[in-house]
């Protein structure tokens, strides 16, 4: 069993930054990979950026390469994701997310989520 909480979220104005923490208790495997998610109010959960648990290879959608970054430190069983240059339309609910033995680019292929955190970007 995985658990994922989340922290960090906030309100922030358009062009700020913020960072999300996701601390992850149970055990991951070499195959496993973490990442976030974010969902906007009527809209479906998308994919944001995930990184493989033991490896260092990252994966973000287009709407925020270049602006966000994950991060992970194996020692303190955390993922990090730094959200720069936010704008209004990055307002949502955060989601850490683990696949435990796949690659994590889709809401289905989560095995475990976190309660969710909201971060709200005003113009």
């Known amino acids: 069993q995985v658990q994922l909480v989340e922290s960090g979220g906030g309100l922030v104005q358009a062009g700020g930054s913020l960072r999300l923490s996701c601390a992850i208790s149970?055990?991951?495997?070499?195959?496993?990979?973490v990442g976030w998610f974010r969902q906007a109010p009527a809209k479906e959960r998308e994919f944001v950026a995930n990184?493989?648990?033991?490896?260092?290879?990252?994966n973000y959608a287009d709407s925020v390469k270049g602006r966000f970054t994950i991060s992970r430190d194996n020692a303190k069983n955390m993922i990090y994701l730094d959200m720069n240059r936010l704008q209004p339309e990055d307002t949502a609910d955060y989601y850490c997310?683990?696949?435990?033995?796949?690659?994590?680019?889709?809401?289905?292929?989560?095995?475990?989520w976190g309660q969710g955190i909201q971060v709200t970007v005003s113009s």
């Open positions: 990184i493989a648990w033991y490896s260092r290879i990252t």
């Open positions: 997310a683990a696949d435990v033995r796949g690659p994590l680019t889709t809401p289905r292929q989560s095995d475990y």
């Open positions: 149970g055990r991951l495997l070499s195959t496993s990979t």
